[in-house]
């Protein structure tokens, strides 16, 4: 299969045959109207302090000194937030990291 054809209106001036190497999947965006983005979770408070709930952990990294960095995706945030957080920091997480 190298080419993928398209049957759209007479009106329109389109040609309607298109190469399957150049098409892509569609990727939701994450908006729901244009310009409008949708707002991330809100943190959450533990013992008066801001938390964020982690979806998953990405990578880690062990610093010259030992100490262990993870690479932690937020879950309800875009990749673009991915962030490195020390290990230490991670003491009120729900399950062992």
Known sequence: LTSLLRA???TWKIHNAFRVQLLKPYRYPNTV????QLLP???V???DQTQYEVESVLAHRRHW?????????WKGYDPFEDSWVPESEMGNARRPV
């Open 8 to 10: 759209f209106p007479p």
């Open 65 to 73: 000194n030992g100490t262990l960095e993870l690479l932690l995706h």
């Open 41 to 43: 979770p809100p943190p």
């Open 45 to 47: 408070l533990v013992h």
């Open 33 to 36: 109207f244009t310009g409008c």
